[in-house]
């Protein structure tokens, strides 16, 4: 089945503890995504690749890094979380850019 | 970067009548147009979408239309259906970034 699938699903952490989420997609698709969707702001562009390692920022880049060695996985990485950055994160994947994209089912991380 | 507005945030409708959504974008780069549904607690699926050498398309009772003189794009849902509540976004893109609107929830009322 093709998809994107993203774990964990939920997170809890502290402050300051290292995480990665991670994102792998089955479908050869180039460009990936990150993207967090908070209340009332839709949703916002973390970090884009468009193959393997390219990567880039999107909107909403502070706190984040990103990596991308193979061109099926695109892992999220927080060195330092703080509770702004408690929200619903999509991964996203499509052909190539200016494509629709397939989102993973989501992590929602909590940052306490 | 680019903006894209959409509106209304909240809309409610009788079920079986018409729902339209509208976004405005303001790169004139822009070129692709999709729409996500998102079930509540469910990720984003793409419903359709529409290029800038088009006017507008269809797929059973969604329709989708873009102004590019305008820079505007709309969403319409005919004959709406209980299924058919969700949260739905609009996004544009013309490079390598995509931007989404802030969403509507769309409730239809059976």
């Known amino acids: 089945e093709a998809q994107v699938t993203q774990n964990p699903r939920y997170l809890i952490t502290v402050t300051g503890k290292k995480l990665t989420v991670t994102c792998s997609q089955n479908?050869?698709?180039?460009?990936m995504s990150w993207y967090r969707q908070d209340p009332g702001l839709g949703l916002r562009q973390i970090y884009y690749?468009?193959?393997?390692?390219?990567?880039d920022k999107g909107d909403v880049p502070e706190g984040y890094k990103v990596s991308r060695k193979e061109k099926r996985n695109f892992p999220l990485i927080l060195e330092s979380p703080s509770p702004n950055q408690t929200s619903l994160y999509f991964c996203?994947?499509?052909?190539?850019?200016?494509?629709?994209?397939?989102f993973g089912s989501g992590t929602r991380l909590t940052v306490v | 970067g680019e903006n894209v507005e959409q509106h209304p945030s909240t809309l409610s409708v009788q079920e079986g009548d018409s729902a339209v959504i509208k976004c405005t974008y303001s790169?004139?780069?822009?070129?692709?147009f999709p729409w996500y549904k998102q079930e509540l607690g469910k990720r984003p699926q793409l419903i359709i979408d529409?290029?800038?050498?088009?006017g507008e398309k269809k797929d059973q009772r969604i329709a989708v239309t873009l102004n590019k003189t305008a820079k505007h794009f709309s969403l319409h849902i005919t004959e709406t259906q209980p299924e058919d509540s969700a949260v739905y976004f609009c996004?544009?893109?013309?490079?390598?970034?995509?931007?989404f609107g802030t969403g509507t929830s769309l409730t239809v009322i059976p």
């Open positions: 529409i290029r800038s050498n088009v």
């Open positions: 790169d004139s780069a822009s070129n692709y």
């Open positions: 996203a994947s499509s052909f190539r850019r200016g494509e629709g994209y397939t």
């Open positions: 690749s468009m193959n393997v390692e390219v990567t």
């Open positions: 996004a544009a893109s013309g490079g390598n970034q995509f931007y």
């Open positions: 479908m050869n698709h180039e460009y």
